[in-house]
């Protein structure tokens, strides 16, 4: 089994099971940010995708929280709609998000958005423009033009609380990798190594082979044409639609952007220099790109940066997929197996800092490992639960533990996109201005990988200057 996928499920078991932490104080009277349509203490949330690959965890560790009430739900899948809507009977239902909007936007405050990844921005966009706090999952765009359109969404709605699913910052050692990196202890960063496990090269649970088979019908029961969103209208075909849409170059962004939240994540809070990359260059030797994402990549990610905390004025971010690895002796690790196949490597100049997404910190010099948690002057980290975190400040709760705010999401999300879209013209070297969302030196990589036509009905909407 690909160890990423056993862990992940792994982790969305316990999440399902073991949802409330850091519960509220009873009595506590909540403040009312602006922009909020609460009548009462409670947040009424619209769960939409309800099971999925980890709606489901999403919604019933919301919902454990004692002031958050599941009070709507939407999919297009019948069978998750089911049941769900045993766990949750009094909670209205609907099929297309919009009417959710349209016919019971006075019915809940906030949104839980866990669908395939190329209907992330037109849900969110519209969920901001109404007025709702927004959960939503990893990673929050498909489109590198969808960055800034969400981006401004964002920006517009100042006052309304967001949320990706990057919940691994809950563990201490994630968030002591954060705190030696803004320490500056080991010394100004000179690179980023990031790996990303075993890939969807032999398909799986999350991932298909690569094989385009001949149409097929929907699952019964399952509203395809609703399903397809802002995309262009095409056939349905075999391991698409449920759960190996990652793969399929329209709907999902392959096993980097999976995971590059999680990978990441540390380096954006580490450090605010990390705005966008100037430069990308893919290399694969992967299948036909037609219609699948590679499934053998190794990136470099050029982001300009300056001041003491960093060795150069570029940084590079280097990222392989499926089963590829950098050197060890490359980033100064000493001799031996690595731990698991997905991790986090940040070389500086006085050390290394190596963390995987289970926990494990460690801190290399000279060939010679230490317990990065044995780092000195470490707080106690105080334990909490992402998704009640925010929950919290939706309701007008001011709490430390929200980490990872949409504008800390797109930061993550943009090199994973880079990485797999530059993959379309292996070993080229393209030039990325987000301002102006054009590849500088390539015409036709800015026609073909940034932004996509979008269906009528299922436009993002725009909000600010996009």
């Not at 395809?224 to 262009?232: K, M, R, T």
């Amino acid at each position: 089994m690909n160890p990423s996928t056993s862990s992940r499920r792994e982790f969305i078991q316990y999440l399902s099971a073991a949802g409330a932490a850091t519960l509220a104080a009873p009595g506590l009277a909540w403040a009312r940010p602006p922009g909020s349509r609460r009548h009462d203490t409670k947040l009424r949330v619209l769960s939409i995708g309800v099971v999925g690959t980890i709606g489901e965890a999403d919604r019933h560790t919301v919902a454990s929280h004692p002031l958050a009430e599941i009070v709507g739900l939407c999919d297009v899948d019948s069978e998750a709609m089911a049941k769900a809507s045993k766990e949750h009977p009094s909670a209205f239902t609907c099929v297309d998000y919009r009417e959710a909007f349209d016919k019971h936007g006075d019915k809940f405050d906030a949104v839980i958005v866990s669908t395939p990844d190329h209907s992330h921005c037109p849900i969110m966009t519209l969920a901001l423009s109404r007025g709702k706090h927004v959960y939503g999952q990893k990673p929050l765009v498909q489109q590198l033009e969808e960055l800034t359109i969400l981006g401004d969404a964002v920006a517009a709605r100042p006052n309304l609380i967001t949320q990706v699913g990057a919940q691994r910052i809950q563990s201490e050692t994630r968030r002591a990798a954060v705190d030696i990196l803004k320490s500056g202890g080991l010394g100004p960063v000179i690179e980023v190594h990031v790996a990303f496990g075993n890939g969807a090269l032999a398909g799986g649970f999350y991932f298909t082979d690569g094989k385009r088979e001949d149409p097929c019908e929907p699952p019964t029961g399952f509203n395809y044409d609703l399903w397809l969103n802002g995309a262009q209208n095409e056939p349905c075909r075999p391991n698409m639609v449920r759960r190996q849409w990652r793969s399929w170059f329209k709907y999902g962004g392959g096993q980097i952007t999976d995971w590059v939240v999680h990978l990441t994540d540390v380096l954006f809070y580490a450090f605010p220099e990390l705005q966008s990359p100037t430069q990308v260059c893919s290399r694969t030797p992967s299948r036909d790109l037609s219609h699948f994402h590679a499934d053998r990549v190794i990136s470099t990610i050029t982001y300009p940066v300056s001041g003491s905390k960093f060795a150069n004025s570029t940084c590079n971010f280097y990222f392989y997929d499926t089963e590829l690895k950098p050197d060890r002796a490359q980033v100064g690790i000493g001799p031996g197996e690595w731990p698991d196949g997905i991790f986090t490597i940040v070389v500086c100049k006085g050390g290394t800092l190596f963390l995987n997404p289970e926990g494990r910190l460690e801190i290399w010099r000279d060939g010679q490992k230490t317990d990065g948690m044995q780092w000195p002057g470490l707080p106690k980290y105080e334990s909490f639960n992402h998704w009640h975190a925010w929950v919290d400040k939706a309701l007008g709760k001011e709490t430390p533990h929200l980490w990872a705010p949409f504008s800390a999401g797109l930061r993550c999300t943009e090199p994973g996109l880079l990485a797999v879209k530059a993959a379309k013209y292996p070993g080229q070297v393209l030039n990325w201005d987000r301002k102006t969302l054009t590849f500088t030196n390539h015409a036709e990589a800015t026609k073909a990988i940034v932004r996509r036509e979008y269906r009528k009905g299922f436009e993002p909407v725009r909000l600010g200057s996009s």
